[in-house]
């Protein structure tokens, strides 16, 4: 196995450069869903050509229907022809900082502070989400490069500015510049820790897909003292209906829901089992104590391996104050539906249509309105190489072998990657469940970030491994 | 049977000073919810008590927690002990003219236009709804006065101006006031005739509670990636609750929702059978084809005789433009429920508070917010006198048997009556459906008002042949 005391040393001793170059990257206020910063994220994205540029890489800025992407190509002389290319995606658009006033440091201007744990943590607007993250990455390619000379692999770095808002627009932008970015594997740092102590990686994520549905009855609002009992009332058919999207045992009750719903497979049961997945802190942590999901199933298995039907908004009538008695014209909602396995968004949208029609009586009309990011379920197998070779890496740097897990949200951007470039997304990440992404006073553990750069570091020469090895 | 040809000829020959009378009130923008018009409001009180002071009434303005109401007391000499009191109730306060780019002319300049019909119509904000018909009662009693030197019975009249708006403000009033009130009979001229050529005489009306309910479970609003189907979602649990409201025969399950509810007498069926309601028209108006009610009731049986439980509003999550992955802390819906027989107020409150905890997670909180404006049904004996007086006198003026029917939306004041006073109301008006009552381009027509005032007078001649029929 290839020394890299080299590597880790340096990472190590020049770590107060790697926090600076990360302050600087944080100050930018690149909110990319505010017009506002639209100016700062092109001067953060700038800063980041910049900065791959210095490394050696071939950086660039590219347009695209939102912000621009930062891409960077890394092309070392003399890789033998089996060398893999390596897809490093990360984004360095951040949430809106508000609330203001509930920040103990002003969001863009980075601090480190020193906890009671004693414990040095970074805090500023995007510390863990997704600027301290992707910077790990960074820091252990440019340490590896001044060590070594050159990294062991074709490397593309694409960083985005619209993660956190409209995912069309880097869809886009990779279906126009797909033999660019082909490549054998995507890395993602842009995920947690299973705990502050063991390493994670995802290999499931759901799909997602969102519909509003308008149920509508009479031709204009109604007087419920002249009508009420004789006139279809839209909340009480849209009520009906959506009382019905789940059975008794909570399970989903559209036609062909299930179809494609894979059963999870016995390693990766047992693998979860022992995790001990504290269910009942997990709800309490909300104000819950009962799972609402589908009977037979753990909590973990409801958020990781089940798909759901979510109602999200819900709107009709009269809501102010006082009583209004009134028979609406017509009543909305809002649903999501987290897919999983080989459920398609087509195969949902037909079974919600079919069982509103079912149930819509004869002089009732209903329009839907199918909202863009469509996604499907992600998995990536857990004996894939890549997979593999990660593992070792972050037991070698944690002591630990890291959890393969699931989660429950989507990462529209893995689904997109595997239907535009058919590839596998390997993603690791050092967040903590404290770190408060999207909340005010979000930080990123100093200790996340130098182990994060060392984790990536090991991973390096994991694949520089595989270039020495003699093929057979 | 007294011969009246004189205070009939006198309402025909001076019409014209009668509408010209009308145009004045109907100049004041009394919006009684709008306090830019309170001083139109006081104005048009003013107006009223100096008119039923001109016409020998004690009249004064008293005050109430809204805006005052015009008392005026008519006690004519050398009336026999038996003469009955009357107490007539009507409203100055108008609905808000909004929207005003919908009116032809403006609502608060009174307009005579002819319809291609010939019928001639005055338009205005008000001029059915309640102007227009109070004024038929007054000017039936002016020329009543001034043909026959006095009314045959005591007359206390009650004009409010908050009819439109909070009904508490009166509540508070006849309640302090019982004693000034007190008389056997209300007459109310507010309400409709069965069509163009039927008068009508309405005998039952439904009483009406409102009732809001909040779901609350998660402590704060949830990503449903993280913790959709696992964690429970406030709109699906509304939704459910809702959704079981009522069983597949439109019945409302609550428990014991239909205590009191008697059945409709069997003459009373037979009479409303005769009355060949035009269900389907009626439908067929609003853009329905199908009844919605409890099955084995018609559609005048479900508005007039039959309980409702209607949800009026409904709001929760997020619902704004495209989506939001949202599972909110709490979900809301504003509910009414239409009363009919004996129900009360507490049996419904009861019932629903019963329906809801039954159905409710062990992890999730409700509470309720009882609004104002509580009443009950209201039912006058359709063989009481005063009904029978009326019929005549009705039957004598339009040529025909008025219509005995119900009214599915709620008077409070009426029960207000019944509860404080202990006394029926008889409820005839002479507006028509096409009159557009809380609408733009608000009309009263010609012969509404002419005819009214002569069936008024009519009414006025039948409690005089009481006073001169010889007691027994």
Redesign the interface.
Known sequence: MKNIEDVLQGIDGALDESVARLFELLRYPSVGTDPAYHGACRDAAAWLKRLLAEMGFKARLDKTTGQPVVVAEYAPKGLPSHAPRILFYGHYDVQPPDPLDLWESPPFEPQLRKGTDGEERIFARGAVDDKGQLMTFLEASRAWIKAKGGLPFHLTVLLEGDEEGDSTHLDRYVAENRAKLKSDVVFICDTGMWDAKTPAIITRL?G?I?E?IVIS????D????????????P??V?????????DGNGKVTLPGFYDGVDPVPASTRRQWKSLNFP?KK??KG?????????KGYA?YE??WS???A??????????GA???????AE????L?F?LVGRQTPAQIRKGLRQFVKARL???CKVRYKS???DSMAVTVAETSPWVRLAQNALKQEWGRAPVLMA????IPVVGTFKSLLKVDSLLIGFGREDDGAHSPNEKYDVTSFRKGIRSWARIIAGLADQQERPKS
């Open positions: 759901r997602c969102a509003e009855g009479p031709s204009k109604l007087h419920s003292g002249y009508y009420g009992g004789a006139a279809r009332n909340i009480r849209l009520t009906k209906i959506l009382g019905e999207l789940h269910a997990y709800l909300v104000g819950l104590s009962i799972p609402a999901g589908e909590v409801q958020i089940r798909p759901t979510e109602i999200n908004g819900i709107y009709s009538g009269y809501t006082g009583s209004k008695t009134v028979l609406p009543a909305m909602a809002k999501t987290r009586p004869a002089d909202e863009g990011g989660e429950g949200a989507s």
